[in-house]
Nanobody, 128 residues
Framework: QVQLMESGGGSVQAGGSLRLSCTAP????????MGWFRQAPGKEREGVAS????????FYASSVEGRFTISQDNAKNTVYLQMNSLRPEDTAMYYC?????????????????????WGQGTLVTVSS
């Protein structure tokens, strides 16, 4: 079982910022698709952002584009999600995924049942 180390999250007011990080074992990190999906109470899971750690290809959900930035640090086997201009509707559990299918899952090309590896999740709460 691959373990992903997630950190970040918390509670902020609308307009604030948070940064999530996700560290994977080296063999998991290399040439993989990593990123985050989220799930709010009573809602479906939603791909938020993904990055191909091999070629750097990035995807953002339309709901976060322009506000969230995903990046990678190859020396630390870590990807980051900088979340700015947070809105109450961003409130959700955010899960890091590291799976060759995630780049397609995040884009809605594959269902979430295609994922094998994701983290324990971190809660992001944005108050108005």
């Amino acid at each position: 079982q691959v373990q992903l180390m997630e950190s970040g999250g918390g509670s902020v007011q609308a307009g604030g910022s948070l940064r999530l990080s996700c560290t994977a074992p080296r063999l998991t990190y290399i040439k993989n698709c990593m990123g985050w999906f989220r799930q709010a109470p009573g809602k479906e899971r939603e791909g938020v952002a993904s990055i191909n750690t091999g070629d750097g290809n990035i995807f953002y959900a339309s709901s976060v584009e322009g506000r969230f930035t995903i990046s990678q640090d190859n020396a630390k086997n870590t990807v980051y999600l900088q979340m700015n201009s947070l809105r109450p509707e961003d409130t959700a559990m955010y899960y890091c995924a590291a799976d060759p299918t995630f780049c397609a899952v995040a884009r809605g090309l594959l269902g979430f049942n295609a994922l094998d590896t994701w983290g324990q999740g971190t809660l992001v709460t944005v108050s108005s």
